[in-house]
């Protein structure tokens, strides 16, 4: 009864407030809400119901804090917040005598259709004080989600430090997100639980769509997703089934979703790579094309240069609008009066058409370009002597004994002549630090007969590069392997050496092609894919499982998992999937994800610490008087040099947060929700490693604490940035970075030789992929290499996010060193003694220059940037 009166005499005092507040005993608490406004037309106004929940008096009925009475919503206008539109609304509520500060907010969707996306609350509060909700999800109505939503304010509580009115609550809340595994996730459920990638295959549609599930197995070891409960498949009950049409709507939690100007923004860009991928196949209809590119100067014409025809725009028009749904038609128009009928120029061709044929650049990008983290140093023994000569075979043996520091040992083993030797042979001084190797052989070998099999002609190859004094790489010989005839027959191996003129250059840039083909291929599934977007899911959804929103850990590391978990959704959808655009763009095909299973045998937490990398890879050795206790073994590796600064900025942010939340180690420890946190990552997300003991931190301390979060932060922004904002800078021309070969390098004596002889270029362009391979393979890099107006870079937050004074300033230490990072990159690319800073193409290396200050307004394409997670 008491709480009937007392819900009457807030709607009165309402009443009387909106007449002039006479007859209000208690001060109105105001505030502000901010909705993301949607293309949807929906009203609002009566369909959100908030109350605030006390953090300093519980109620001793419902163990929760005490309960407000409903706010009203006053003065909704249009908005903007940054880059987006929003719709804010004043919040007025009056609350009882001794309700205390708010500690949470329980927010009601009445309506009955249109979600929305609540961005946040702000409240002011007597003697200029505020609490603020930082919201950011989508939220449901009542009646599909039937749960109340439920928000907590900016401060940061331990588990043990959580105050009693919020205890329960917290718990509660955690309770609900991890549900109880079991049917089909809808879209307003925010659920978060695991399942393994048994969604790829789609072996209703055949055999030939059936593909493993990776996950669960020793054959198959994999990162887990975030479960969906789809259908299983009516042949295999064991594999989820797929839609018959292109589904972009795979189960995301609300709270991992787009944001409504991500969600445009993306579609947006999605319909110019398809404008882009579609005109050049209609125009080669008109003009009667040919499947390849005839010359270097037909694919520039017809890739980069627009010529507008009007019944070609009519077709691609028509084309499109029977492939996406009506609400998309009219993006459809705008994107096509915008006349998109070209990619632009990649960078690797912008200022020299032909700089991606040389030495200098081929080496170069193994350094700074969007693969420069394979590359390694041999350790040889400083008396050999390495004799580059055609007819004979390099090998390379690694000894399976390892150090304590895990380094490995190698050396290069010869088999003799085959034939007398044409050319004079160079000797190389095999001096310690000079020889460096990129390997994409061992791990090909095994699958190499399979993948040919599927039409493509692909070697694994071995590349061996000598340091030269100004710290360039010189390229000395590239060995192509092919299995042998038979089973336990010996591998076929071929050595190429560098020449400048005449049919031997024309053979030493096929040979390089092959090895771009492989490196390619191991950048977008390895380097890419399986060390940031498939490596990092698992730790969000533990996190989302264990630890509360209110946690301080939780809150470091949540701008880090921005959509993230949605990006993984599309790509599982058309990207991974069999027959997807990777099976049909990469030369590894169907056979793709299981290779990536095969190599995350090999991954560990550890090594993904970019100063454990580089001590791995031999690039660097340790250094206890620098921060990250390594130095380089050459200062022009812009990767490295870069990374390293960027490492060492998230590494002071991180353990200075760490040690102000826990003050000794003990407190780690007894952390129940961190350990819970942990302890999921490594024996459920990362399951199939639990019984690898190196590849985890024990988190029994504030040091490895600092250490795990840091790696986690690095692999999440800045790795993912190196690897992934360049791609179009350099595989948008796709010479430089084919995907795919169609030949194999000919044999002198041949009828495949005597056509190459004829015309090398032509040779060339029949061996990389087709038009609509390359232009397909275009479209998609075009929009994974450009970033949204909504992009949050690294050293960037939203205001509000907490209310910790220590805290923020903190932050802004954090970010006032990468603005030093940023100098410093800057001041590095100034230097031309540091040659491959820019190479002969002439492309600055930006990808970690952190762009602190772009607050939205530089988007799309800029080969600039580290956004603070995994976002495209």
């Given at each position: 009864m008491q709480k009937c009166f007392a819900k009457l005499r807030q709607k009165i005092s309402g009443r009387f407030h909106?007449?002039?507040?006479?007859?209000?005993?208690?001060?109105?608490?105001?505030?502000?809400?901010?909705?993301?406004?949607?293309?949807?037309?929906?009203?609002?106004?009566?369909?959100?119901?908030?109350?605030?929940?006390?953090?300093?008096?519980?109620?001793?009925?419902?163990?929760?804090?005490?309960l407000s009475g409903e706010a009203s919503l006053q003065n909704w206008k249009k908005t903007k917040h940054g880059e987006n539109d929003t719709i804010t609304s004043e919040v007025v509520m009056y609350l009882e005598e001794g309700f205390g500060t708010p500690g949470a907010i329980e927010v009601k969707h009445l309506g009955q259709h249109q979600e929305f996306f609540l961005q946040s609350l702000t409240l002011d509060l007597p003697h200029n004080h505020s609490v603020h909700f930082e919201c950011n999800s989508w939220v449901y109505p009542m009646s599909k989600s039937n749960v109340d939503r439920v928000f907590f304010s900016n401060t940061s509580y331990l588990p043990s430090q959580t105050p009693a009115a919020l205890q329960s609550l917290r718990e509660e809340e955690l309770r609900n997100l991890r549900g109880n595994g079991r049917g089909k996730r809808e879209k307003w459920e925010r659920i978060y639980d695991y399942d393994r990638y048994n969604d790829l295959g789609e072996i209703d549609r055949g055999q030939s769509h059936a593909r493993p599930i990776l996950g669960g197995s020793n054959a198959y070891p994999y990162p887990r997703r975030c479960r969906t409960g789809r259908p299983l498949s009516n042949k295999d009950r064991m594999t989820e089934s797929r839609s018959e049409i292109i589904n972009l709507d795979f189960y995301v939690p609300p709270d991992d979703r787009f944001s409504p100007t991500k969600l445009s923004e993306f579609i947006s860009n999605s319909i110019r790579a398809v404008v882009h991928f579609v005109v050049p196949e209609v125009k080669s209809v008109f003009e009667g094309a040919v499947k390849n590119f005839e010359s270097f100067e037909q694919m520039s014409k017809d890739l980069y240069t627009a010529h507008r025809k009007p019944v070609a725009e009519t077709m691609v028009m028509g084309r499109l609008k029977a492939l996406v749904p009506k609400e998309l038609h009219d993006e459809i128009g705008r994107v096509m009066k915008e006349n998109p009928f070209k990619f632009p120029i990649p960078q690797v061709i912008a200022a020299d058409k032909n700089a991606w044929r040389s030495d200098e650049e081929f080496a170069r990008e193994m350094l700074a370009g969007l693969n420069p983290a394979v590359i390694r140093c041999l350790e040889i023994n400083p008396d050999a002597v390495f004799i580059a000569c055609k007819s004979w075979t390099f090998d390379l043996i690694i000894n399976a004994d390892f150090s304590n520091r895990g380094k490995r040992r190698e050396k290069l083993?010869?088999?003799?002549?085959?034939?007398?030797?044409?050319?004079?042979?160079?000797?190389?001084?095999?001096?310690?630090?000079?020889?460096?190797?990129?390997?994409?052989?061992?791990?090909?070998?095994?699958?190499?007969?399979?993948?040919?099999?599927?039409?493509?002609?692909?070697?694994?190859?071995?590349?061996?590069?000598?340091?030269?004094?100004?710290?360039?790489?010189?390229?000395?010989?590239?060995?192509?392997?092919?299995?042998?005839?038979?089973?336990?027959?010996?591998?076929?191996?071929?050595?190429?050496?560098?020449?400048?003129?005449?049919?031997?250059?024309?053979?030493?840039?096929?040979?390089?092609?092959?090895?771009?083909?492989?490196?390619?291929?191991?950048?977008?599934?390895?380097?890419?894919?399986?060390?940031?977007?498939?490596?990092?899911?698992?730790?969000?959804?533990?996190?989302?499982?264990?630890?509360?929103?209110?946690h301080p850990i939780y809150k470091l590391l949540d701008p880090h998992f921005k959509d993230t978990m949605h990006i993984n959704s599309l790509a599982r959808s058309i990207l991974l999937n069999a027959g997807g655009i990777l099976e049909r763009t990469m030369y590894l095909g169907k056979y793709a994800m299981e290779i990536s299973?095969?190599?995350?045998?090999?991954?560990?937490?550890?090594?993904?610490?970019?100063?454990?990398?580089?001590?791995?890879?031999?690039?660097?050795?340790?250094?206890?008087?620098?921060?990250?206790?390594?130095?380089?073994?050459?200062?022009?590796?812009?990767?490295?040099?870069?990374?390293?600064?960027?490492?060492?900025?998230?590494?002071?942010?991180?353990?200075?947060?760490?040690?102000?939340?826990?003050?000794?180690?003990?407190?780690?420890?007894?952390?129940?929700?961190?350990?819970?946190?942990?302890?999921?990552?490594?024996?459920?997300?990362?399951?199939?490693?639990?019984?690898?003991?190196?590849?985890?931190?024990?988190?029994?301390?504030?040091?490895?604490?600092?250490?795990?979060?840091?790696?986690?932060?690095?692999?999440?922004?800045?790795?993912?940035?190196?690897?992934?904002?360049?791609?179009?800078?350099?595989?948008?021309?796709?010479?430089?970075?084919?995907?795919?070969?169609?030949?194999?390098?000919?044999?002198?004596?041949?009828?495949?030789?005597?056509?190459?002889?004829?015309?090398?270029?032509?040779?060339?362009?029949?061996?990389?992929?087709?038009?609509?391979?390359?232009?397909?393979?275009?479209?998609?890099?075009?929009?994974?290499?450009?970033?949204?107006?909504?992009?949050?870079?690294?050293?960037?937050?939203?205001?509000?996010?907490?209310?910790?004074?220590?805290?923020?300033?903190?932050?802004?230490?954090?970010?006032?060193?990468?603005?030093?990072?940023?100098?410093?990159?800057?001041?590095?690319?100034?230097?031309?003694?540091?040659?491959?800073?820019?190479?002969?193409?002439?492309?600055?290396?930006?990808?970690?220059?952190?762009?602190?200050?772009?607050?939205?307004?530089?988007?799309?394409?800029?080969?600039?940037?580290?956004?603070?997670?995994?976002?495209?």
């Open positions: 909106l007449f002039g507040d006479h007859g209000v005993s208690e001060p109105a608490t105001r505030g502000t809400l901010v909705i993301y406004r949607t293309s949807r037309r929906s009203s609002l106004r009566k369909c959100i119901s908030i109350r605030l929940y006390s953090v300093t008096h519980l109620d001793p009925n419902t163990g929760f804090g005490k083993d010869y088999c003799y002549p085959s034939r007398k030797e044409s050319r004079r042979p160079e000797h190389y001084r095999m001096t310690t630090g000079r020889m460096f190797m990129l390997d994409h052989h061992e791990y090909l070998m095994p699958y190499l007969r399979r993948i040919n099999e599927q039409g493509v002609c692909i070697y694994a190859s071995r590349t061996l590069f000598l340091l030269r004094h100004d710290h360039t790489l010189k390229p000395v010989a590239i060995e192509l392997t092919l299995p042998g005839g038979g089973a336990g027959s010996e591998e076929i191996n071929r050595v190429f050496l560098p020449a400048s003129k005449g049919t031997e250059a024309a053979l030493w840039q096929l040979a390089k092609t092959h090895v771009a083909v492989n490196d390619s291929g191991h950048h977008q599934l390895i380097s890419h894919w399986l060390h940031t977007h498939a490596a990092v899911e698992p730790f969000i959804i533990a996190a989302r499982r264990q630890l509360s929103s209110m299973s095969a190599i995350y045998k090999s991954w560990r937490f550890r090594d993904q610490a970019l100063p454990a990398d580089l001590l791995k890879r031999n690039m660097a050795v340790e250094d206890d008087s620098v921060q990250s206790g390594v130095r380089l073994r050459f200062d022009d590796y812009p990767y490295a040099a870069d990374g390293l600064d960027v490492w060492a900025a998230i590494d002071t942010w991180v353990t200075d947060y760490c040690a102000y939340f826990y003050r000794s180690d003990a407190s780690v420890v007894s952390d129940v929700e961190l350990q819970a946190w942990w302890s999921e990552v490594r024996e459920v997300g990362h399951g199939d490693k639990r019984d690898d003991a190196e590849c985890w931190f024990p988190l029994d301390s504030v040091a490895n604490l600092a250490r795990a979060i840091t790696t986690l932060i690095w692999i999440a922004s800045a790795l993912h940035a190196a690897v992934n904002f360049g791609q179009y800078g350099y595989a948008g021309y796709p010479p430089n970075r084919p995907t795919r070969c169609y030949k194999f390098i000919p044999y002198e004596g041949t009828p495949e030789f005597a056509e190459f002889l004829r015309d090398p270029d032509k040779y060339f362009l029949q061996m990389i992929p087709d038009r609509f391979t390359t232009t397909l393979g275009i479209a998609l890099i075009e929009v994974l290499s450009g970033h949204t107006a909504d992009e949050v870079y690294l050293g960037q937050r939203k205001e509000g996010w907490t209310n910790d004074r220590e805290v923020l300033r903190m932050f802004e230490r954090f970010g006032e060193s990468l603005r030093q990072v940023e100098k410093r990159i800057e001041e590095r690319n100034g230097k031309r003694r540091l040659k491959n800073r820019f190479g002969p193409a002439r492309v600055p290396y930006t990808l970690l220059f952190t762009d602190t200050s772009n607050l939205g307004v530089a988007k799309g394409i800029t080969g600039r940037g580290i956004p603070n997670s995994v976002s495209i």
